[in-house]
């Protein structure tokens, strides 16, 4: 079956031009996750979706980021005026239940971006 | 501090030899925690959850110790496949997960 799908898999961009990102998570996945990856650590939160609210964006590193899950499916991770620093893997996770639960999140390949 | 930490290694192991990692946490709120395996440029992919009661799946055996706050995982038989990177993992209170850094094990023939 699919699994959660991310596109672009990889993004080079200009410091200060705008970006988009984009996961399709598991179909009736309720829960939806990003989480930043830099080279050499582990993932670190973003932000979280149950259906199309988002629940929990105290991850997010400034107003420059935005995130949104209009229809409770795909969801867009925007980052505008891109500097240096969000050079990272940018992945994506869902799981199946809402809510607190010990539903597994399953990763998306992640968009890999690059600023120059 | 960060509220998960493992030591980054890396570990180069012989094939066949068993290895074990440790992982300490801070966060004394309500935890889940597992170990999710992260091969090179891919996702990180889930392993194991661990309990107090100890668990094992095959050659991996997982362990969380609540009044130490540690975890550990314990490979035996290391095989070549073996190598990635393995991140502990902690859900405390809430929907996310908190990653460690990442231990990298490297397998060697």
């Known amino acids: 079956g699919a699994g959660v799908s991310q596109s672009p898999r990889y993004k080079v961009a200009k410091r200060g031009q705008d970006v988009a990102l984009r996961c399709d998570p598991i179909?009736?996945?309720?829960?939806l996750f990003w989480y930043q990856q830099a080279l050499g650590q582990g993932p670190e939160f973003l932000t979280y979706?149950?259906?199309?609210?988002?629940?929990?964006k105290s991850g997010l590193p400034s107003d420059r980021f935005f995130a949104e899950r209009p229809e409770g499916s795909v969801s867009t991770l925007k980052i505008q005026r891109t500097q240096q620093e969000d050079s990272a893997v940018y992945l994506c996770?869902?799981?199946?239940?809402?809510?607190?639960?010990?539903?597994?999140?399953?990763f998306g390949d992640g968009t890999r971006l690059s600023i120059l | 501090r960060k509220e998960v930490e493992q030591d980054p290694g890396p570990f180069n192991v012989p094939e066949g030899a068993t290895v074990a990692f440790n992982c300490t946490y801070s966060n004394s709120a309500s935890q889940s925690f597992f170990w999710y395996r992260q091969d090179c440029r891919k996702e990180p992919k889930l392993l194991m959850s661990?309990?107090?009661s100890g668990n094992e799946d095959g050659r991996f055996t997982a362990q969380l110790n609540r009044a130490s706050q540690y975890i550990s995982l314990l490979i035996r038989d290391s095989k070549l496949s073996d190598s990635a990177t393995y991140l502990c993992v902690g859900r405390f209170g809430n929907e996310k997960l908190t990653f460690g850094t990442g231990t990298r094990l490297t397998i060697i023939p």
């Open positions: 179909s009736g996945h309720v829960s």
């Open positions: 661990v309990y107090s």
């Open positions: 996770a869902s799981s199946l239940a809402g809510g607190y639960s010990n539903q597994p999140q399953h």
């Open positions: 979706f149950q259906n199309e609210a988002q629940l929990d």
